[in-house]
């Protein structure tokens, strides 16, 4: 795959879905209480702001209770500029959200495809680079979802790798992200993986991990309130950032990347 600066981080629009009331069943691996659907609601408010003020035209999709992650509509697709994948979650209680999420895809592009076979990705798991797409191994996805996803994304045009995430991280990007320009954040433990090769790598300093859950969007790079030591890290490697409140998010352990599908339409990224 051709480097093509930007690929990672220049997008034009986003799909988003306002979190419902049911978001208070919504998975975790610890319980640190429910959050409120009408909290989390007034979160994304921001979140749908910030991403309009980078730039982007921004789907909001209904709230739909069925579903109490559906809010995080970043695990059931995956968006490239030429088309959209629409994926497998990995865990019982998300399977259908691909299917919710289709209709939105083939609004906004003419190629939406599924995942091939029975395997299982979660958009969580799948880091895109500029020159590669990294797809993390996890609880939610396995080896057969990530090899067709990567076989699929070879047939696009696009070099991907899998790799194994770190035992207890949720998802691959729950412990790393891009910021862009060949830089990448990254907890500790991901930061000393060999995934991201000579990359430069801002680590987020111990007891910040959630922190490393953020995402560069245009010029800016969101990124969640509370975690002022990854704060003046990105900062200070010459990133401007946006702060803004995930705390609802969190309690479901929620992130900043998985409340968006972003994409560039209409040409090149960059
Ligand atoms: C879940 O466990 O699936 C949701 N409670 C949180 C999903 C977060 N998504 C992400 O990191 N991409």
Same mark, same amino acid.
């Given at each position: 795959? @051709?480097?093509?600066?930007?690929?990672?981080?220049?997008?034009?629009?986003?799909?988003?879905?306002?979190?419902?009331?049911?978001?208070?069943?919504?998975?975790?691996?610890?319980?640190?209480?429910?959050?409120?659907?009408?909290?989390?609601? +007034?979160?994304?408010?921001?979140?749908?702001?910030?991403?309009?003020?980078?730039?982007?035209?921004?789907?909001?999709?209904?709230?739909?209770?069925? /579903?109490?992650?559906?809010?995080?509509?970043?695990?059931? !697709?995956?968006?490239?500029?030429?088309?959209?994948?629409?994926?497998?979650?990995?865990?019982?209680?998300?399977?259908?959200?691909?299917? #919710?999420?289709?209709?939105?895809?083939?609004? &906004?592009?003419?190629?939406?495809?599924?995942?091939?076979?029975?395997?299982?990705?979660? =958009?969580?798991?799948?880091?895109?680079?500029?020159?590669?797409?990294?797809?993390?191994?996890?609880?939610?996805?396995? &080896?057969?979802? @990530?090899?067709?996803?990567?076989?699929?994304?070879?047939?696009?045009?696009?070099?991907?790798?899998?790799?194994?995430?770190?035992?207890?991280?949720?998802?691959?990007?729950?412990?790393?992200?891009?910021?862009?320009? =060949?830089?990448?954040?990254?907890?500790?433990?991901?930061?000393?993986?060999?995934?991201?090769?000579?990359?430069?790598?801002?680590?987020?300093?111990?007891? #910040?991990? /959630?922190?490393?859950?953020?995402?560069?969007?245009?010029?800016?790079?969101?990124?969640?309130?509370?975690?002022? =030591?990854?704060?003046?890290?990105? +900062?200070? !490697?010459?990133?401007?950032?946006?702060?803004?409140?995930?705390?609802?998010? &969190?309690?479901?352990?929620?992130?900043?990347?998985?409340?968006?599908?972003?994409?560039?339409?209409? =040409?090149?990224? !960059?």
């Amino acid at each position: 795959m @051709a480097h093509q600066p930007g690929l990672s981080f220049r997008f034009t629009h986003a799909i988003t879905r306002t979190p419902a009331n049911s978001v208070a069943n919504g998975l975790r691996a610890v319980d640190a209480g429910d959050p409120s659907g009408e909290k989390f609601r +007034e979160e994304h408010g921001h979140y749908v702001k910030a991403l309009q003020e980078a730039g982007l035209v921004v789907d909001v999709l209904p709230a739909l209770e069925t /579903y109490p992650d559906s809010c995080f509509v970043e695990d059931p !697709a995956f968006c490239l500029p030429e088309g959209a994948i629409q994926l497998r979650p990995g865990t019982k209680s998300r399977l259908g959200e691909g299917r #919710e999420i289709r209709p939105a895809l083939e609004a &906004r592009f003419g190629k939406v495809t599924e995942l091939p076979g029975t395997g299982h990705v979660d =958009g969580g798991d799948v880091l895109m680079l500029d020159d590669i797409i990294l797809i993390g191994l996890s609880a939610r996805t396995d &080896r057969e979802g @990530a090899e067709s996803f990567k076989k699929l994304l070879g047939d696009w045009g696009y070099t991907a790798a899998v790799c194994e995430t770190p035992t207890g991280v949720l998802h691959f990007k729950t412990a790393c992200s891009t910021l862009g320009d =060949g830089v990448i954040l990254a907890t500790g433990i991901m930061a000393e993986s060999g995934f991201f090769g000579d990359r430069k790598i801002v680590t987020v300093p111990k007891g #910040e991990e /959630y922190a490393a859950n953020v995402i560069r969007v245009n010029d800016v790079v969101l990124v969640p309130e509370g975690y002022p =030591g990854t704060l003046a890290a990105i +900062e200070a !490697a010459g990133f401007k950032s946006v702060v803004l409140p995930t705390h609802e998010a &969190r309690k479901v352990d929620g992130g900043l990347s998985c409340l968006s599908l972003r994409f560039s339409l209409g =040409g090149s990224p !960059a």
